[in-house]
C-alpha cells in the first residue's frame, strides 16, 4: 500500500483528467497540497486567499466528477478560482497571479480553455451558464454545465432574473451555491447529509416518480408534492429555490468529499435544474485567515508562518479615508446626511461614516442598481443621500443613473471611487467610463479631485448641491500628501484654477494626473518652454472662461484625465467648437487611457503603458508645438 504522506500527489496532476482515477483518500491528500500552494503562492504574490482556500475541497469534488473542459465549469466572480488554476494546468504560473504578464486574478477565457467564461463582477454566473446550458440544446450536445455562486453573489437581482428563467426552461443546469457566511440554512449534521445524498439518489428520484403515478389518479398529487417540498424546505430551506424550478439539495459540508463526491455523482445523472447548497468556511485551513474577521478576503504579500500582511510605508492619507472622515464632519451638523454602498464599505471608507452614524449608513450588498433607486427616494425625500461606489460597478446601475436620478433632476451624490487605473485588479475593475458615461447626462455635475484637499472640498460642494445630482472621483490608494484645510469651503460650480502660468503651452488637468503635468512642466521648462498648467476640478459644467482663455493665450492646448475618448477631453473640443476657437490655428490634443483593456500591473507601469506620465506629456507638447527635433522628443520618452 502506498504511503500517501511521503508522496507528492499534486506534482502529477496537470489537468481534471488525471484526477479520474484518483481513490477519495488520494483527492483529500490533493485538497490538503493546493490549499498548501494557494496559501505560499498568496504570500508572494498577494490576491483574494480566503474565498479560494475556501473552496478547495469543493474545485477538487468537481473536477473529480466532471468533464471539463467539455462540461463548462463557471465560477462567480473569480475570487475563488486560484485551486481551479492550479488544477487546470497554471499550476507552474501560479506565482505570477495579478502580476504584469502574468496570469489574471480571475477567470480569463483567453487565459485557459478551463475558463469558458470570464468573470470578476459578481451574479453573472447563472445567466453565462444557462446560455451555455441553451446553446447545448440548440446544438445537440450533451456536455454538463455548472456555475459556482457565493451567497454574497445572491443579493444582486440578475441571479434571479437567470434562476427564473433557468426554472422555466427546465434545462439541465446545476447551480452549486456556495454559502460562506449568511448561511441561508445551517446544516444540521448527519442528518442533513443523510438527506442530501438520499433526495439526489437514483432510488429516491424512482420511488418519487413511482408515487406520482399513484396520486395523480386519485387526485393527491399537489398535496403530496406540497408536503414533500415544504418538509424539505422546513428543514433545509430549500423552498424558495423548488419554487423558481430547481431541484434543491443540500446544505452539505463544502469541505467533506466523502459527501460531495457521491452527491455530485447523482446529481451528474439529472436531467433537471438542480440546486447544491454546499456550506463552507472562507479562509479554511489556514488558522491567520480563518480568525480574521474578513477571512483574508484581499490581502498583500504576508508571512505564511505569522499570518502578518506586508504593510506600506506610512503616508498621505487613503482617498477613501478622506472622504469618509469628511462626510462624517459634515454629518456631525447635518443630519440629513446619509451613506450607501454596496458591499464596499471599508474599501469607499463609508465604514468609517458607519461607526459615527450607524443609523445613517447602508450597506445593501452586491446590488448596485437598487442601491443607486435607494439613493434616489431618499433624496426626494429631502434626505441627502452619497451613494459610494467604485467606477467599474457604478456602471451595474447605470439605467438607475439616468432613469431614476438623472430624468427627475434628484440630488444624489455619487462618491466614484477607484477612477482610473487599479493595478493588480485589472480590466475588470479599472474605473475607465464613468466621465463619460455621466458627463452624457443633462444637468449632471462631474468633478474629479487633483488631490486629498480637492476631493474633501468636492465632498463639501456637493453637499451644497440640492437641484441636481452630482459626482465627484477620486482613484484608489494614498494621495498625494497635501495638508488638508481645517475648514473646508465649498468650490464654485464650474470654475477651475491655473496652477502655474505659462505662455506657449497649456496643459488642462481632470483629476489626479495633475502632479504627472507639473513634471511635465518641469521638463519643458528645461527645454525652454513656457507651460501653463491648470486643474479643471469640473469635466461639467466646463469652465468656459478657463479654457477659452487657455486657448486664446496659448499655442497648443493638451488635454489630461484617467479616462478614455470621449470623455473631458471631448467635452473640451466640443466647447471650444462651438465657441469658433478651434479655427485659430490652435493645436489641441487629448491624452485619454488608450482604447484597450488593459491587463494587470504595478499602477505606475501601467499609466506608462498608457502614455500618461509626464514624459508622455511632455514629448505630446513638444510634437504639437512642432518646434522640438525628433531627438528631443526622443529623449523625453526615454526619460
Known sequence: MTDLKNTRLLDDVHTPADLKDKSRDELKQIADEVRAE???????????????LGVVELTVAIHATFDAPDDKLIWDVGHQCYPHKILTGRRDR????????????????????????????????????????TSRKLQGKDNHVISVIGDGSMTAGMAYEAMNNVGGDQIRQLVILNDNDMSIAPPVGAMS???????????????????KSVVKPIGLENASRKAEEYLRGFAMGGTMFEELGFYYVGPIDGHDLDVLLPVLENIKAMDRPVLLHVVTQKGKGYEPAENSADKYHGVSKFNVVTGEQQKGAPGAPKYQDVFGKTLIKLAETDDKIAAITAAMPSGTGVNLFAKAFPDRAFDVGIAEQHAVTMAAGMAADGMKPYAAIYSTFLQRGYDQVVHDVAIQSLPVRFAIDRAGLVGADGPTHAGSFDVGYLGALPGFICMAASDEAELARMVVTANEIDDRPSSFRYPRGEGTGVEIPEILKPLEIGK??????????????????????????????????????????????????????????????????????????????????????????LKVRTMTLPDVFQDQDKPDLMYDEAGLTARHIAARAIEALGRGDAAAIERLARA
Open 496 to 585: 477651475g484654477k491655473i496652477v502655474r502660468e505659462g505662455t506657449s503651452i497649456a496643459i488642462l488637468s481632470y483629476g489626479a494626473r495633475l502632479q504627472e503635468c507639473l513634471k511635465a512642466a518641469d521638463m519643458l521648462a528645461a527645454q525652454g518652454l513656457s507651460v501653463t498648467v491648470a486643474d479643471a476640478r469640473f469635466a461639467k459644467p466646463i469652465d468656459a472662461e478657463l479654457t477659452e482663455r487657455l486657448a486664446k493665450e496659448h499655442e497648443v492646448l493638451i488635454t489630461i484625465e484617467e479616462g478614455v475618448r470621449g470623455g473631458f477631453g471631448a467635452f473640451v473640443l466640443h466647447h471650444l467648437a462651438d465657441v469658433g476657437a478651434l479655427d485659430t490655428g
Open 94 to 133: 501560479i506565482r505570477t497571479l495579478r502580476q504584469g504578464g502574468g496570469l489574471s486574478g480571475f477567470t480569463k477565457r483567453a487565459e485557459s480553455e478551463f475558463d469558458p467564461f470570464g468573470a470578476a463582477h459578481a451574479s453573472t454566473s447563472i445567466s453565462a451558464a444557462h446560455g451555455f446550458a
Open 193 to 211: 447529509h443523510y438527506f442530501s445524498r438520499l433526495v439526489s439518489s437514483r432510488s429516491y428520484r424512482g420511488l418519487r416518480k413511482f408515487a
Open 38 to 52: 494557494v496559501i505560499d503562492a498568496v504570500s508572494v504574490t498577494g490576491g483574494h486567499l480566503g474565498a479560494g
